[in-house]
Every structure is written in structure tokens, then in C-alpha cells.
């Protein structure tokens, strides 16, 4: 289990609260927070204009900051940024209504300022404090939910209300040109729409969303981090995305969501082998995603179950963004419980390492847990961090 992790957003928000009183010897003005994400099934689709079925979770970043009144030696403007998890602070400066790229943690909060700049935004400076229990790296977006974060404070500080999507928009472009990720909008839309028990089937081409209600007591989802992160998940995530892009054009559409897989198998002389697996990946991801929606809604769990395992085999043998530790969690998870009724588990999120997501009966959820942990660590030797979470709210303001 994962300690300090599991704090709940009241308890990050007074420690997020008292940290900022004893690093900057004054009271927050201002709180906001945005969560983490987990995707139940739709993976590597929204690039494509696809389905995707995420929710927020039971984790967050929480920030909280107040006006400060430093200036840099020609009046620029100053933001002091103290990281809880990391000990350490970091200032940014605003120079003639611009920001820099650094290459550190701090260019996910400078993409925003920058978003925020273009749109002519008046920022004062600041000192803030950055807190949160979303693993880092894991999968779970917790690039998207600092983003979040930081866009719903400055909202807050500088009364420029954005529309939910704008604010999507402007979180994705902080992702891509900050932090060099071109990422689709599934975990900032997540972060910032997020609804209490509820999921959110995103169709990424029209941005409308359905909300498809998850309160059936009984099935809880368990989320287990493997703690691998592989480094060449940048690089393969942008590759993924240009081979998507290449099987696009020779089936002569703008996104692979308006092929029908008859289409693309019509084609498949025509197209190198690996951009047909991606696309057959994509298209038939898409087609998952909307089934486990409609089958949620009417309570056909295993379906749901047998949707999210098609998946997972799909994105290890078609899209090839999995590693062996998630492919073992996923068979160490249907092992120790399929026939106790384990309904389905695969990798969530870009992949290479990461998190597994789980739709397990409540009864067993406590010895999936132990048997599973203790299997991944006798064959792999790294310590699994796993949690549960029900679907949670959006980012909000928590104090101003
Ligand atoms: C990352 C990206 C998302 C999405 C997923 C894969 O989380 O940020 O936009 O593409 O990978 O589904």
C-alpha cells in the first residue's frame, strides 16, 4: 500500500496549506486541485479521433499560493514554486509577458503561465506551493492533473475564466510545447470534467462527452502500479503517433476513426506491416471502447471484463506499448482470480510501464492483492504500489 499516498484531497489540501506557511511565513490565498486519471479502455485513440473511456481518481495535485511581492532586478515577475514531494524550489521568471523552458518539472507550470500570457492574461507574482499523491510517471497522469492545476489557479488569480474545453486545449498545448509530449486530450479533459461515480466516454473527434454512471458497490477498481518506467516511452509515443498518422493517409482520411476495418484490411497490401497492426489496433480499440460503454451502462459486467482483456492483448501484440512486468500483472490478476470471478484487467495509460487497471468483486479484492503482489515480487523482484479509487470530481478552486 502506498502510505502518504492515500491521503484524502482534505488532508493534501491542509498539508499543502501548512507547507506553504512555514516556507513562506504567510497564509495561501488561494487552493486548487485537479486529479490523476485512469483510462478503463480506449487506449492510444484519441489522437485518432476515437473513443476513449477514462475517469478522474481519488488522487491529486493540490497547490496552493498567494500573491508575493518580489520582483527581478528590472521588475520582472516572479514565481517561487516549493515542491513538496521534491524538497526543493524553483522560481520562474515572466519577462516582457514571456516564459522560458527550463527541461525541468517546472516547464509543465511554465506552459500554462504561457498559455495564460497569450491570451493576454495580467499575472502578479506569485509564490506557490505544489503538493499531490498521484504517482509520478505511473501512468496515471500526473503531468496532466499539475497542469490542470495550475490552469484552474490562474483562472482563480487573474479572472480569466475559460471555457472547460479551452482549458483542455490550453493544458494540451502546454503538454506539447513544454514538455515536448504530443499527447491527445484524454487526461486533461479527464482531469478537468471529471464527475463523482461516474465515467466519461470522450469522443475525441466531435470532444462531446457521455457520462455513463459506475456505482455498483460491489466491483471495485484496483490500479497496480508495476514501478517500471521505461525511457524510450517519449520517443515511442511520438513514433506511434506518426504511424498512425501514415496509415491515415493511404487510406485517405484525417483520422483513423473514420476507417471501418473491412477498409483498412481492403488496404493492407498497400501498407508497410507495422503501420497496419497500429491502425488495426486503433480501429478496432475504438469500436472496444464504445461496446464496454453500452455494456456498463446495461450492467454487463463481463463483458465489460472480456472488452478490457482484447485490449490489452491488442496493445502488446498490435500497438506493442506494453513491457513484461503489465503483461505479468495482467495474467498474475486473471490467475489468481478469474475463477473467483475477476472481471477484467489491462495496462492503462501511453504504456512501457506503468499501471494495470482492474475491475474486481469487492469480496476478494484483499486476497487479489496480497497473491498478486507477492507473485509479481518473486518473479520480477520490484515491490507492485496498488490502490483502489471510485471515479471522482474534476478539478475545482478549494479556496479563493
Ligand atoms: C498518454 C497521452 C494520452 C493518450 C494515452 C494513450 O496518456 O497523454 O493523450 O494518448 O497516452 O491512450
Redesign the pocket.
Known amino acids: 500500500m502506498l502510505g502518504d499516498k492515500e491521503l484524502e484531497l482534505t488532508d493534501l489540501v491542509q498539508r499543502a496549506e501548512n507547507t506553504f506557511e512555514t516556507n513562506f511565513k504567510k497564509k495561501p490565498q488561494w487552493v486548487a486541485s485537479a486529479p490523476g486519471r485512469v ?1 478503463l479502455i ?6 485518432n479521433g476515437g473513443y ?1 473511456f477514462p475517469m478522474a481518481i481519488q488522487r491529486s495535485v493540490v497547490l496552493a499560493a498567494a500573491p508575493s511581492d518580489e520582483t527581478g532586478e528590472n521588475g520582472e515577475t516572479i514565481v517561487n514554486i516549493y515542491s513538496h514531494n521534491l524538497g526543493e524550489t524553483k522560481s520562474l521568471k515572466i519577462i516582457d509577458n514571456k516564459i522560458k523552458r527550463s527541461l525541468t518539472w517546472t516547464d509543465y507550470i511554465a506552459g500554462i503561465f504561457a498559455g495564460f500570457l497569450a491570451l493576454g492574461a495580467e499575472i502578479p507574482s506569485l509564490d506557490i506551493v505544489v503538493d499531490g499523491n498521484v504517482p509520478l510517471g505511473g ?1 496515471l ?1 500526473s503531468s ?1 492533473a499539475l497542469e490542470v492545476s495550475v490552469a484552474t489557479l490562474l483562472e482563480a488569480v487573474t479572472g480569466k475564466n475559460l471555457s472547460a474545453l479551452d482549458k483542455v486545449l490550453l493544458c494540451q498545448k502546454a ?1 506539447h510545447d513544454f514538455a515536448g ?1 504530443p ?5 486533461q479533459f479527464a482531469s478537468v470534467n471529471g464527475k463523482k461515480d461516474h465515467l466519461l466516454l470522450l469522443d475525441c473527434k466531435s470532444t462531446k462527452a457521455y457520462v455513463v454512471p459506475f456505482e455498483n458497490p460491489d466491483i471495485s477498481i484496483l490500479i497496480i502500479d508495476s514501478n517500471v518506467k521505461h525511457q524510450l516511452a517519449n520517443g515511442e ?1 511520438a513514433k506511434r503517433r506518426e504511424e498512425c498518422e501514415k496509415a491515415a493517409e493511404i487510406l485517405g482520411v484525417e483520422l483513423l476513426r473514420d476507417v471501418k476495418m473491412a477498409d483498412l484490411e481492403a488496404k493492407e497490401s498497400e501498407m508497410d506491416a507495422t503501420v497496419f497492426k497500429r491502425a488495426r489496433h486503433v480501429i478496432a480499440e475504438t469500436e472496444r471502447t464504445a461496446n464496454a460503454a453500452k455494456a456498463m451502462k446495461r450492467g454487463e459486467w463481463s463483458l465489460v471484463g472480456e472488452l478490457m482483456l482484447e485490449s490489452h492483448a491488442s496493445l502488446r501484440d498490435d500497438y506493442e506499448v506494453s513491457c513484461n512486468e503489465l503483461d505479468l500483472l495482467v495474467e498474475l490478476v486473471m490467475d489468481c482470480g478469474k475463477s473467483k470471478g475477476v472481471l477484467g484487467t489491462r495496462m492503462t ?2 504504456g512501457f510501464g506503468g499501471c494495470t487497471v482492474s475491475l474486481v468483486p469487492k469480496k476478494i479484492l484483499e486476497e487479489i492483492i496480497q497473491d498478486v503482489s507477492a507473485r509479481y515480487f518473486e518473479k520480477t523482484g520490484i515491490q507492485p504500489a496498488v490502490f483502489t479509487t471510485r471515479p471522482a470530481q474534476g478539478a475545482q478552486m478549494v479556496k479563493q
Open positions: 483510462n480506449g487506449e492510444h485513440t484519441d489522437y476513449v501512468g497522469s496532466a503538454e509530449v499527447c491527445g486530450i484524454m487526461d509515443y495509460g501511453g
